[in-house]
C-alpha cells in the first residue's frame, strides 16, 4: 500500500504574522515548520502502511527548497521519501494552481491513497485536496475522523454537522483528515538521523510538464486591497478575588441575558 | 460588468435549506439581477423554499443514491454551464459538502475560486471580503479570469429574509457522469444527540478551551450552558484531543456564532477561534492568564481560575433560578 501525503511548511502560526506589502503575498521569510495539521495525515499513513504490512509513505510538498526541516520531520517521522516542487514562478499561486502541481507530482508516484489535511493553517482555503482528487479523477472523502483500509475499499467516518457519516470508496482515493484522527508520533532520535539521508527529490514547474499554467500567472484572482478591521475595544478586565462568578452575574443583568 | 446572474448552491436538509443558502440566496438579490438555485436529493419539495427567498429557477440534480454531494454536484453544474453558458458568479456555502462542490467544480471549469468570504459587492465587477489574522484585518479581492466566480461564503455573512417570492420552477439538471470521482457512497449516518438550542443558534453560548485542564472539567460549560438556556461550544484544542465531538468547535474549522452574549472559559484566543465568534454581541472572557489574547476582545473579563469561577458561577445562576 503506497500512500502520499501532501503537506505544507508554514511560517509557526506562534509567531507574528503580516501580508508583504506589495504583493499581499503571507510573509514567509521567517523559519517554517511543518504545519500541524498535516503531522496527523503523516501519522495516519505511516499506520496504515504499517497494517498493510507493505508498501511506503511519501511526502508531497510546493515551496521553498532552501528550508526543509518542516519536511525532514515527516521523514523523521518515518516517511521513506519527499518530493518538493520548487519555483520562483510558484509564488502568488491560488488554490487551483497549487492543485495542479502537486496533483502533477502525486502523479508520479501513483499511490493507492493520498492524505491531506483538511485545510492548511496560513492559508485556510479548504479546497486543495479535493480540487487535487478531480485532477487525478479520484473519489474523495473530506473531514475524516477515523480512517479504515480494508483491501481495495477505503471506509472513512466523515464529519457532518450533525455528527457523522459512514462513507466507503474503492481506492484509489483522497481522503483529509481531521485533527485528533490519530495522535502523532514525536520523531525519535533515530528517525532524525535517518531523515538526513532519506531521498527529497526537488522538482520545477517545468519538470512537472506545467510551464506557463500555474504561479501567479496562472491566478485568476487578485488582492486589491488589505484593510483593518473595525476593531472590537477591550472592556473592563478584573483578578478573580472570589467575587469574580457575582461579577460576571451582574455583567449578564446589565446586558439583559438574565 | 454588471453582475446579472448569479447562482447559489442551496444544501437541503430534511427540514429545509441550511441557514446558510438561504443567507446567500437572500444577499444574491441584492445584486438585481437573475438569481437560481442548485440543489440535489428532491428538489420538487423545496421549490416553496427557494422562491420565498428569492430563487425564480430551482434546479435540481435530484437523487444522488448515497453518493456524497461533491463530485455529482459538481459535474451536474459543469453540464449547466455547458449547456446554458456561465453565470457571473456561483455562491456556496462554507460547509463540508459546500466545499467538496467548490473545489471540483473549480477544478471541473478550470477556474479559480475565493473562500472563506464574508462580504461580496459590486465595485465594477465581483469584490469580496476575507477576514484573515483572526480577523484583525479584511482583505478584498477580484477575480482577474474569466467568469464564473466561484465564491465559498461562511455562515452568517449575511442575514436570511424573505422576500416573499412565488415558489421556484423546478428543472432537472443535465445528467453529468462523475465516473470514478463520484464512487464515495455513504453507508450509514449518526447523529450525536445534544440538548438545549442549536449553537449557531443559541442567544448564549458558553465554551470550553484547554484551561479546562481535563476532560471531566467539560461539565462545568455543559452545566452553566444549561443554566443559562443556551448552547455549550468549545476551541479548536479540546477537540483536537477528544474531549468533545467536533460539533461543538467555534472557530475558523468549526462553527460560526454571533450570540447575544459568548462565555469563553478557559480559551486563550487563537486566531482560529476568534475567526468563528468575534461577530458575537458581547464577550465574556475568563482565563487565569491576564496576556490571552481573548482579553483584548472581550467586553468583560476575569483574570481566573476557571475551576474556581465557574463553580461558583454555577451556585450564582442556581441561586437567580
Known amino acids: 500500500m503506497n500512500i502520499v501525503v501532501c503537506v505544507k511548511q508554514i511560517p509557526d502560526p506562534a509567531a507574528p504574522q503580516s501580508l508583504e506589502s506589495s504583493t499581499h503575498n503571507l510573509n514567509r521569510s521567517g523559519k517554517l515548520i511543518l504545519d500541524e495539521a498535516d503531522t496527523y495525515g503523516v501519522e495516519m499513513a505511516l499506520q496504515l502502511v504499517?497494517?498493510?504490512?507493505?508498501?511506503?509513505?511519501?511526502?508531497?510538498?510546493?515551496?521553498?527548497?532552501?528550508d526543509l526541516a518542516g519536511v525532514r520531520n515527516a521523514l523523521a517521522m518515518g516517511a521513506a521519501k519527499a518530493i518538493i516542487v520548487s519555483d520562483d514562478s510558484l509564488r502568488g499561486?491560488?488554490?487551483?494552481?497549487?492543485?495542479?502541481?502537486?496533483?502533477?507530482?502525486?502523479?508520479?508516484?501513483?499511490?493507492?491513497?493520498?492524505?491531506?489535511?483538511?485545510?492548511?493553517?496560513?492559508?485556510?482555503?479548504?479546497?486543495?485536496?479535493?480540487?487535487?482528487?478531480?485532477?487525478?479523477?479520484?473519489?474523495?472523502?473530506?473531514?475524516?475522523?477515523?480512517?479504515?483500509?480494508?483491501?481495495?475499499?477505503v471506509t472513512v467516518n466523515r464529519q457532518t454537522e450533525a455528527g457523522y457519516d459512514e462513507v466507503t470508496s474503492p481506492l484509489p482515493a483522497l481522503v483529509t483528515v481531521t485533527a485528533g484522527v490519530v495522535e502523532p508520533r514525536y520523531?525519535?532520535?533515530?528517525?532524525?538521523?535517518?531523515?538526513?539521508?532519506?531521498?527529497?527529490?526537488?522538482?520545477?514547474?517545468?519538470?512537472?510538464?506545467?510551464?506557463?499554467?500555474?504561479?501567479?500567472?496562472?491566478?485568476?484572482?487578485?488582492?486589491?486591497?488589505?484593510?483593518a478591521a473595525e476593531a472590537r475595544e477591550s472592556g473592563e478586565v478584573v483578578v478573580d478575588d472570589g467575587d469574580g462568578a457575582d461579577k460576571i452575574v451582574a455583567f449578564l443583568d446589565s446586558i439583559k441575558v438574565l | 460588468m454588471s453582475i446579472s446572474n448569479i447562482w447559489v448552491v442551496l444544501e437541503p436538509t430534511a427540514g429545509g435549506f441550511t441557514t446558510t443558502s438561504l443567507e446567500l440566496l437572500t444577499h444574491a438579490r441584492t445584486f438585481?439581477?437573475?438569481?437560481?438555485?442548485?440543489?440535489?436529493?428532491?428538489?420538487?419539495?423545496?421549490?416553496?423554499?427557494?422562491?420565498?427567498?428569492?430563487?425564480?429557477?430551482?434546479?435540481?440534480?435530484?437523487?444522488?443514491?448515497?453518493?456524497?454531494?461533491?463530485?455529482?454536484?459538481?459535474?451536474a453544474i459543469a453540464a449547466l454551464v455547458a449547456s446554458a453558458g456561465a453565470p457571473d458568479a456561483i455562491l456556496i456555502?462554507?460547509?463540508?459538502?459546500?466545499?467538496?462542490?467548490?473545489?471540483?467544480l473549480s477544478a471541473r471549469l478550470d477556474r479559480t475560486l475565493l473562500t472563506n468570504v464574508t462580504g461580496i459587492s459590486d465595485n465594477g465587477g465581483l469584490e469580496t471580503e476575507h477576514p484573515v489574522f483572526g480577523g484583525t484585518q479584511i482583505v478584498k479581492a477580484k477575480f482577474t479570469s474569466d467568469g464564473p466566480g466561484i465564491i465559498v461564503v461562511r455562515a452568517k455573512s449575511f442575514v436570511a429574509e424573505s422576500s416573499g417570492g412565488a415558489a421556484a420552477t423546478v428543472s432537472a439538471l443535465p445528467s453529468a457522469d462523475s465516473?470514478?470521482?463520484?464512487?464515495?457512497?455513504?453507508?450509514?449516518?449518526?447523529?450525536?444527540?445534544?440538548?438545549?438550542?442549536?449553537?449557531?443558534?443559541?442567544?448564549v453560548v458558553v465554551s470550553g478551551g484547554r484551561g479546562l485542564g481535563e476532560a471531566g472539567s467539560y461539565q462545568l460549560i455543559s452545566e452553566i450552558a444549561k443554566l443559562l438556556n443556551g448552547a455549550a461550544g468549545a476551541s479548536r484544542a479540546i477537540v483536537d484531543a477528544g474531549w468533545v465531538p467536533y460539533s461543538h468547535q467555534v472557530g475558523q474549522t468549526g462553527k460560526t456564532v454571533k450570540p447575544t452574549v459568548y462565555i469563553a472559559c478557559g480559551i486563550s484566543g487563537a486566531t482560529q477561534h476568534m475567526v468563528g465568534m468575534k461577530g458575537s454581541k458581547n464577550i465574556v472572557a475568563i482565563n487565569k492568564d491576564p496576556d490571552a489574547p481573548i482579553f483584548q476582545i472581550a467586553d468583560f473579563g476575569i483574570v481566573g481560575d476557571v475551576h474556581k469561577v465557574l463553580p461558583a458561577l454555577i451556585e450564582a445562576l442556581k441561586a437567580r433560578n
Open chain 1, 50 to 66: 504499517d497494517k498493510a504490512g507493505t508498501g511506503e509513505v511519501t511526502v508531497v510538498s510546493m515551496g521553498s527548497s532552501s
Open chain 1, 187 to 227: 520523531a525519535s532520535f533515530k528517525g532524525i538521523m535517518a531523515a538526513k539521508s532519506k531521498p527529497v527529490e526537488i522538482l520545477t514547474v517545468a519538470d512537472l510538464g506545467l510551464d506557463g499554467q500555474v504561479g501567479a500567472s496562472g491566478a485568476g484572482q487578485s488582492i486589491v486591497a488589505v484593510e
Open chain 1, 93 to 153: 499561486s491560488d488554490a487551483l494552481s497549487t492543485a495542479k502541481v502537486l496533483a502533477a507530482a502525486i502523479r508520479r508516484v501513483n499511490p493507492d491513497l493520498v492524505l491531506a489535511a483538511t485545510e492548511s493553517s496560513d492559508g485556510y482555503t479548504g479546497t486543495t485536496p479535493v480540487q487535487i482528487a478531480e485532477l487525478l479523477g479520484l473519489p474523495s472523502i473530506t473531514f475524516a475522523k477515523s480512517v479504515n483500509v480494508d483491501g481495495s475499499l
Open chain 2, 93 to 104: 456555502p462554507t460547509s463540508y459538502d459546500g466545499r467538496d462542490i467548490a473545489g471540483r
Open chain 2, 32 to 75: 438585481g439581477g437573475s438569481v437560481a438555485g442548485i440543489t440535489w436529493g428532491d428538489g420538487a419539495s423545496h421549490a416553496a423554499q427557494a422562491g420565498e427567498y428569492g430563487a425564480s429557477t430551482l434546479h435540481d440534480a435530484g437523487n444522488l443514491n448515497g453518493a456524497l454531494p461533491g463530485a455529482p454536484v459538481a459535474a
Open chain 2, 179 to 203: 465516473g470514478a470521482t463520484g464512487s464515495a457512497k455513504i453507508i450509514a449516518t449518526h447523529v450525536e444527540e445534544r440538548e438545549g438550542p442549536k449553537l449557531e443558534e443559541a442567544a
